[in-house]
């Protein structure tokens, strides 16, 4: 266990849909990182936030969105979904960015 | 813009015999490296990191990494490979003064016995 908590483990859902992908980050640990996985693109980034604020943005698309709570969790909102949106998403977390990151185990996103 | 590069797809390699995984970066100002390891199902996990400083690094699990300035490069290696690290390795690159840190496509490193 990596102390970064992913959930769901698994998701399944139909084209259009829309999805909320959670994560909890390490203890004491105040930035949370989203990526992307998938076999074409590799490991993507989405969007980073520390202690509640955005400070970077990746190749994050619209339809996606994301935000950090008070209590530090995460969440990734992934609407009007696609085929293409098929991947894995991983949630990792840092002191601070001179830190090497801890990374989830991941949500494995299914749009059938 | 920053990037990194991983020229090699797979290693192969004999248990026993040092190995090597490539990685060129390129970046604005000075980088601050990584290299992270991935298990099957599994998440990432950080394996060692240069910021500053001498540039031979010692990581997790025997692995060091090498800066090199003036080839732009941070190959990681390990002087006695085994079966058990047989797993897909990524470097990763952010600048300094950055919060992206880009990571590279991966290179799948695997150990024969």
């Known amino acids: 266990d990596s102390g970064v908590t992913q959930t769901p483990k698994h998701l399944i859902t139909a084209t259009g849909q829309r999805v909320t992908l959670r994560c909890s980050p390490r203890?004491?640990?105040?930035?949370v990182y989203w990526y992307q996985q998938s076999l074409d693109q590799g490991l993507q980034f989405l969007i980073q936030?520390?202690?509640?604020?955005?400070?970077a943005k990746g190749n994050i698309l619209e339809r996606f969105s994301a935000q950090q709570f008070p209590d530090l969790h995460s969440e990734l909102n992934l609407s009007s979904l696609e085929l293409g949106d098929s991947a894995l998403y991983f949630c990792?977390?840092?002191?601070?960015?001179?830190?090497?990151?801890?990374f989830g185990s991941g949500t494995r996103l299914t749009v059938v | 813009a920053q990037s990194v590069a991983q020229p090699e797809d797979q290693v192969n390699v004999a248990e026993g015999n040092p190995l090597t995984v490539k990685c060129t970066y390129s970046?604005?100002?000075?980088?601050?490296l990584f290299w992270y390891v991935q298990y099957p199902n599994r998440g990432l996990q950080f394996l060692l990191k240069?910021?500053?400083?001498?540039?031979l690094v010692k990581g997790s699990y025997g692995f060091e990494a090498e800066f090199n300035k003036s080839q732009t490069s941070f190959h990681l290696k390990k002087p006695s490979a085994l079966v058990s690290d047989s797993a897909l390795y990524f470097c990763?690159?952010?600048?300094?003064?950055?919060?992206?840190?880009?990571f590279g496509a991966g290179t799948r490193l695997f150990v024969k016995a």
């Open positions: 936030y520390y202690n509640g604020e955005e400070r």
């Open positions: 970046v604005s100002g000075n980088p601050y």
């Open positions: 240069y910021i500053t400083g001498d540039n």
């Open positions: 990763a690159v952010r600048n300094t003064g950055g919060f992206k840190t880009i």
């Open positions: 990792a977390s840092s002191v601070d960015r001179d830190y090497g990151y801890t």
């Open positions: 203890s004491g640990d105040l930035s």
